[in-house]
């Protein structure tokens, strides 16, 4: 019996711009639970579409996250956050007792009371937009522009003690990061990205601030070996980057399916109703469509396919999260107890599974109720300025997004935050 993995046939970060990812998750799931798909790099990566195979391969030690296992012509194999040359000590890309290490330095920042204690400032940066877009007269306007990246960018700033004015930067740096098409662009990316990391770190040690970037120097400089250098600025560029541009996305999803959906528009005026239907878009439109990279440290069979050494192995999150069989139990106890989410807000590996389960899933499912329902409040007579067959899809293999999403502020929108008091949300 032939145990090789399916060849799909197709550039999987290609296909992922398709705005109905159903073609997709439906060819992943027919030729699937394990399939090969070719690696802009060359060679192939062996990626899991079924919800149990993926929990077990998130969870196996054998998958390991060091670089040098990769084929030596896969020169960007940190395709966000570094090279194959200089690998990047964030907690994304280690294991083990450093990987432990690092997650409980982290912890502090993301425990479900500080988010708690956020939420006034996430409600404050949504208001701020909010009173922006309404004032600008831009008709249409570019909510993804106006509001879904702002918005998490601002939050994250503030978490990290980043000043508004290298906002643009970051934001630029990102962009050019995550989808860069020439290899040149992602380069001058990272660099931007780092002298930014570099000047925040530096004017903490300076003059430390009630912030995040102020609390990593404080632990670096009393304990070296608790964390290192290195890992205090990849600590601070992995939470710049994968603290805003995902949640846009999401953001972004979100704001598409209130403004051609009445029904998830009225459904949005609640907290429980935005909170079910983040969970919802982020099951359906997961911003993160892939996992990052794990490589088998030795030949493995996973979903009865053989598996060499060397292997680079994802998880279609995409795939995973709309299973026909298995939808309704691919997340487990462990990543909810974390997170404190309830089971039913679970349905879905969005935010991974095992040790590196997404560690801002509660920040970023807090500000995405909240933005949703701050905008359907204010702009409750909301609509898509184009054909939905006009808006289009970026996507590299770990992330995808609409490109921009094009509204008509049709309802009286210059009422304000007042607005949104008299809807008793505001905290
Ligand atoms: C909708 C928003 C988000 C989505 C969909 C998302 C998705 C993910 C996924 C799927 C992983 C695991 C990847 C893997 O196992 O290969 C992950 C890890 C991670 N995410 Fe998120 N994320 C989001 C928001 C955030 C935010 C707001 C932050 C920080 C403020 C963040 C920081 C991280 C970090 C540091 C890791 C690595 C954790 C570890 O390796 O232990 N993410 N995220």
Known sequence: MDTTAPDLGMDLAEAARDPDLAVLAEVLHTTGPVVRAPYPAGGYVWVVTEPGIARKVLSDTRLVKDAALAPPHWTEVFTVLGTRSRPHPGLIAVEGAQHRRLRNVHAPAFTPRRIRALEPRIRAACDERLDRIATMGANPVDVVAEYCYPVPLTVIGELLGIPPTAHADLRQATEDIAYGAEHSVRKAGRALLAHWVERAVESKRDQPGEDFISDLVAVHEADPDLLQAEELTAAVTGLIFAGHETTAGLLASLLMTVV????????????????????????????VPNTTWRFAAEPL??????VPRGAAVLVSIL??????????????????????????????????????????????????????????????????????????????????????LP?????????????????????
């Open 407 to 427: 509204v008509s502020l049709t309802a009286d929108h210059t009422s304000g935050s007042d607005h949104v008091e008299d809807s008793g949300r505001a905290a």
């Open 260 to 287: 051609t959906d009445p029904e998830a528009r009225e459904a949005a005026k609640t907290d429980a109703g935005a909170a079910a239907l983040v969970e919802e878009t982020l099951r359906l439109f997961p911003p």
């Open 319 to 404: 795939a995973v999260n709309r299973c026909p069989v298995n939808h309704g139990a691919v997340d487990g106890a462990e990543n909810g107890a974390e997170n404190g989410a309830p089971s039913a807000e679970r349905d879905h590996l969005s935010f991974g599974y095992g040790p590196h389960y997404c560690i801002g899933a509660g920040l970023s499912r807090t500000e995405a109720r909240i933005a949703v329902r701050a905008f359907v409040d204010r702009f409750p007579d909301v609509k898509l300025a184009v054909d939905q067959s006009e808006l289009t899809w970026d996507s590299s293999l770990p992330l995808r997004r609409l490109r921009s």
């Open 301 to 306: 069979t996973i979903g009865g396919h053989e």
